[in-house]
């Protein structure tokens, strides 16, 4: 590690700086100080074998930094060098370097294992944070977000033009900066009399280097040429993006695109229109106060782990829409990461705090601010709109450190609400009367924004990507949610006619509604129950308007996502309680715990897993944590004291796993008796069929359970081997596929030989294109998205069982999916 020398004029302000440096490595860092003369009448001068001696104490074959505050402190640190042996020589070197500032960032460069030119060049830069908080400082010339390094000289160097549309802007700043950070050379990036540290993201990207330019790669190190082979390489491929046919810098994270002007493209997510003005979720932060704190090791801790945290966010948010659209256009959360991760944000950061003495919040925020300054200051517009990039970041970290409460959605007026994402739990905060539609930046058709959606009949668009930051608070637009459009600007003429059309689909609605109250019988008088899923007790009477005559899941998840802690016993029960009273007499089937995969609760302790849908979910979770599934079962068998609650586990794969899960159940049961607790003594239990292995053992899991639930979603990609989240493969993941539909069929006669019956919860329960085959299949009760209950109902009423029976029979026998949808098709009326 490289060794630091603090060398002053006078032995306090030495020993001082030492102290402080001290405080911030925390014994990590080698470090001596050499200060005053032995001159008890005169004590202020420099001694160069004080200083001689400092060396020696610190010195290794990393190296050794010397910082001098003024004068004779020069001339002696000169001297003493020389006194070193030859070969020792070259490994020490001075820095001109302001001593009190310069020393702190030369300690926190070693202690993260910087090379001594990287020491060196980071005490060089140490004004910066300070220059960045007083206008009027800083060179006028400088552009970069810190101070770029001292100009290395090269052992090789390339040029390169930059052919991207925009320039080295974040996302092919972060490639180039992820490669640079590959190798352990000295890299610099030179722009005519710019240069930056080409491992630094904030450095390169504020360059501002535009389409065209000339930029000049310098590297020094055992691995330069190879550092600068890897360079050239990248920006043969255009630094990962892809622009052949277009000109236009496109950072959605979705497949969708601008279709054409004033139409934003996105996945539809729930059917309807919907016109209003635009409602802007966008969570503000409280005023953030300067506090002065007694321990900045406690403060800089603090901001560690907030960074740390707010990095899993974006890690996790860039695997998303790697998934969804693939890794080019996932980069933007790829270069986000590569923020939060900038040496110089963070030294920056870190020397506001300790210099300062302030609360992490306040140090963080004026990093931040400092660097999006720095953006906002370029004169390429582009780039000056990466400021936000930066806050967003910035925002992230000050959330985990403010542990704010998520504000209200509150609507003056009916609206249409634009968000980045929605949680359950923001949706659960929403009054359902005042939303007229939905619409995010981010998600997929199985995401829980488009879940939620469905479930409460509100028209949404979700993966609609960054354009709808474009919108204006109270701008009227326009959803289409079955065409996947959202209208941001139109002519009278246009506008008359989506009024029109909303008209017609509310009247549909209406008629459908007062339709779905009935039940679904077929013309041979063969009745299929259906029924509803849900999220929380808000969905109920969205429920009970489109006619469900149950609730055939009940998503507890919901309970647990979107908050710090697991719910509380009583909490779980209120919320079961509050269904089965809104239902009657009618059934409500409760899924205990299915977290992991898609929903991970980072308080649960769910570690990130390589693939977490093959990982540690479900009923394997809930069976490793009892202190989190025993207070959940309790609250079920209260609340199905008195009401026709049933229970449901997921994801079981094994008779092992519904056994044990039986077990804790009786267990929970008679801890109740023995409290006199009343519960349900003998409720219903059943199970999802997701896993193929439940497929292939159901004859035997049937003698354990009281009926089958069928979950499509994970039942079709753990058949099929392909991810549901990832476009790529989204033509493999579609429950109608052949070897699906045998699975459901082998499912289905080994629950009715068993004499158990048979539902089915997952998305393809509320296809109408499905429902003749699921009839024919067997399934006794369907559970779907309330706004889908009226058209499967009428499907159901102009079937035939016989009928139905052959159609799946032909569907059977079919060996693509194509053909099995183009069959099914034909079978629709228009």
């Not at 590690?1 to 990590?28: D, N, P, Y």
Request: charged share 20%.
């Amino acid at each position: 590690m490289v060794g630091i020398v603090i060398v002053s004029h006078s032995a306090r302000l030495a020993a001082g700086v030492h102290e402080l440096a001290e405080q911030m490595v925390q014994g990590k860092v080698p470090l001596a100080s050499a200060g005053g003369i032995d001159d008890l009448e005169n004590p202020i001068g420099t001694d160069a074998m004080q200083v001689y001696a400092a060396i020696e104490s610190v010195y290794s074959d990393d190296g050794v930094v010397v910082l001098m505050d003024l004068g004779s402190a020069l001339l002696s640190a000169e001297i003493a060098v020389e006194f070193l042996p030859v070969e020792q020589q070259s490994k020490v070197v001075l820095s001109a370097a302001p001593l009190v500032e310069g020393t702190l960032a030369a300690a926190i460069q070693s202690s993260v294992g910087g090379t001594r030119d990287q020491v060196l060049a980071e005490a060089q830069n140490a004004l910066t944070a300070k220059q960045a908080q007083l206008p009027g400082t800083q060179p006028e010339e400088t552009t970069a977000v810190s101070s770029p390094t001292p100009p290395i000289k090269a052992t090789h160097e390339i040029s390169l033009t930059i052919p991207n549309p925009q320039g080295l802007h974040a996302r092919p700043a972060a490639q180039f900066v992820t490669t640079a950070n590959q190798f352990a050379a000295e890299i610099q990036v030179h722009k005519a009399d710019k240069q930056a540290n080409a491992k630094s993201i904030n450095q390169v990207a504020t360059l501002g280097v535009r389409q065209g330019d000339v930029i000049v790669v310098k590297a020094v190190g055992d691995d330069a040429e190879d550092a600068l082979t890897a360079l050239q390489t990248l920006a043969a491929a255009n630094f990962g993006e892809s622009f052949a046919e277009s000109n236009t810098e496109v950072v959605s994270v979705t497949a969708v695109s601008q279709a054409s002007e004033g139409v934003i493209i996105g996945i539809p997510a729930s059917p309807g229109i919907a016109i209003g003005p635009v409602f802007l979720y966008r969570p503000h932060l409280p005023e953030i106060v300067v506090k002065q704190v007694a321990d900045s090791d406690v403060e800089w801790n603090r901001l560690e782990t907030a960074v740390d945290k707010a990095l899993a966010e974006v890690n996790a948010l860039y695997l998303q829409a790697v998934k969804q659209v693939g890794q080019g256009e996932a980069a933007i959360f790829e270069a986000h990461a590569l923020f939060l991760q900038d040496p110089s944000l963070l030294q920056a950061a870190k020397a506001i705090l300790f210099d300062q003495q302030i609360n992490a919040e306040a140090a963080w925020q004026q990093a931040i601010m400092a660097q999006a300054d720095q953006y906002r200051t370029l004169d390429d517009a582009y780039m000056q709109a990466r400021a936000a990039d930066i806050e967003d970041v910035g925002n992230r970290v000050l959330r985990q450190l403010l542990d704010v409460e998520t504000p209200a959605l509150d609507f003056a007026e009916p609206s249409i609400l634009i968000a980045a994402d929605l949680t359950p739990s923001d949706t659960a905060r929403m009054d359902p009367q005042r939303v007229l539609g939905i619409c995010t930046e981010l998600g997929g058709a199985t995401s829980h924004s488009a879940i939620l959606a469905r479930a409460l009949g509100i028209p949404a668009l979700v993966g609609l990507g960054p354009d709808l930051r474009q919108l204006m608070a109270n701008q009227i637009v326009i959803i289409d949610g079955e065409a996947g459009q959202l209208w941001t600007q139109t002519n009278a003429e246009q506008l008359v006619d989506f009024q029109q059309r909303r008209e017609t689909w509310l009247a549909a609605q209406t008629t459908a509604k007062a339709a779905s109250q009935a039940t679904a019988v077929t013309r041979d008088d063969h009745q299929i129950e259906i029924a509803a899923n849900i999220g929380s007790p808000n969905d109920i009477p969205v429920v009970k308007e489109f006619g469900a005559e149950g609730i055939g899941l009940f998503r507890t998840e919901f309970l647990f996502m979107g908050r710090e802690t697991a719910p509380t016993v009583e909490e779980q029960y209120g919320a079961y309680k509050r269904v089965a009273e809104q239902m009657g007499a009618k059934p409500v089937i409760i899924r205990t715990l299915d977290v992991g995969g898609d929903k991970p609760l980072p308080y649960l302790g769910l570690a990130q897993e390589d693939n977490p849908f093959l990982g540690w979910r479900g009923i394997r979770f809930c069976l490793d944590r009892p202190d989190i599934f025993k207070p959940q079962l309790e609250a079920i068998l209260r609340a199905g004291y008195g009401h026709n609650l049933k229970l449901m586990f997921p994801m079981v794969g094994s008779l092992g796993e519904i056994r044990a899960a039986k077990a804790l159940l009786v267990e929970v049961q008679a801890e109740l008796a023995a409290t006199g607790i009343p519960h349900a003594a003998d409720m219903e239990i059943g199970m999802m069929i997701e896993v193929p292995a439940a497929v292939a053992i159901a004859d035997q899991l049937a003698a354990e359970v009281d009926f089958f639930s069928i979950g499509t979603n994970d039942l079709t990609q753990y058949t099929m081997a392909a991810d549901r989240g990832n476009a790529k493969v989204s033509e493999l993941v579609q429950a109608l596929q052949p070897a699906v539909l045998r699975l459901i069929k082998q499912t289905v006669d080994a629950g009715h030989a068993a004499g158990i019956w048979v539902g089915m919860c997952g998305e393809l329960a509320g296809n109408p294109l499905a429902t003749a085959v699921l009839v024919g299949l067997g399934l006794d009760e369907l559970s779907m998205s309330a706004p889908a209950i009226p058209v499967v109902k009428a499907a159901i009423r102009r079937l035939g069982l016989a009928e139905a029976q052959a159609v799946a029979d032909v569907v059977l026998g079919m060996g693509e999916v194509t053909a099995v949808v183009d069959y099914l098709s034909k079978l629709i009326p228009e």
